[in-house]
């Protein structure tokens, strides 16, 4: 199986900052990589595909990079509406295993 | 607009058996890869299994591999997750995703989740 690790597993931050958060492969993936954001109690909303593509209707503060092995998400300037959690996610091979995520908390 | 309700979830002994439902509106099920990921309690997210277009593969993670069966009701628009031997690791929210594109099974993200459905394995 593929392990999928994200960086750092907590995070501190405040509104209009630019925050990275890292995920990394076990083995190549190419850019079968996935982003999703998690609010407490709710269903995980997607956000990017392709590691770089945003999902409709996600603002354009997120972007991501990345291909093989190394992958990023960015969120330009934090909103009040982006503190949650946040897992990557490859679809290169089965599983389709889930970083252990990255919660984004208010400074 | 695109719609997946999961249901069937509730409290069940362990070595039991449950029926997860994840009815879909708002496309043609038949076209879509259907995958289920759960989440215990604090924890973070599993993927647990997937049901290609038409039904055409499946595809299981090894804890669940032997237990856990898909099935479709293509008639229905819906998705069925048959759960047997069940263990107190399986208690979580269960999630059913669609794929983003028609036909684009193994290689597709996910685009679409449902609300979640809870399981509670205990005696």
């Known amino acids: 199986d593929i392990q999928m690790t994200q960086s750092p597993s907590s995070l501190s931050a405040s509104e209009g900052d630019r925050v990275t958060i890292t995920c990394r492969a076990s083995?190549?993936?190419?850019?079968?990589l996935a982003w999703f954001q998690q609010k407490p109690g709710k269903a995980p909303k997607s956000l990017i595909f392709?590691?770089?593509s945003l999902q409709s209707g996600v603002p354009s503060r997120f972007s991501g990079s990345g291909s093989g092995t190394d992958f990023t998400l960015i969120i330009s300037s934090l909103q009040p509406e982006d503190f949650a959690t946040y897992y990557c996610?490859?679809?290169?091979?089965?599983?389709?295993?889930f970083g252990q995520g990255t919660k984004l908390e208010i400074k | 607009q695109v719609q997946l309700v999961e249901s069937g979830g509730g409290v069940v002994q362990p070595g039991r058996s449950l029926r997860l439902s994840c009815a879909a509106s708002?496309?043609?099920?038949?076209?879509?890869?259907i995958h289920w990921v759960r989440q215990a309690p604090g924890k973070g997210l599993e993927w647990v299994a997937v049901?290609?277009?038409?039904?055409?593969?499946?595809y299981y993670a090894e804890s669940v591999k032997g237990r856990f069966t898909i099935s479709r009701d293509n008639s229905k628009n819906t998705l069925y997750l048959q759960m047997n031997s069940l263990r107190a690791e399986d208690t979580g929210v269960y999630y059913c995703?669609?794929?983003?594109?028609?036909?684009?099974?193994?290689?597709?993200?996910?685009?679409?989740w449902g609300q979640g459905t809870l399981v509670t394995v205990s005696s």
């Open positions: 708002g496309f043609t099920l038949r076209s879509y890869g």
């Open positions: 392709g590691a770089s």
């Open positions: 083995q190549g993936i190419s850019n079968s």
């Open positions: 049901s290609w277009y038409y039904g055409s593969n499946e």
């Open positions: 996610q490859q679809y290169n091979s089965y599983p389709h295993t």
């Open positions: 995703a669609r794929d983003r594109w028609a036909y684009g099974d193994p290689d597709a993200p996910l685009e679409y």
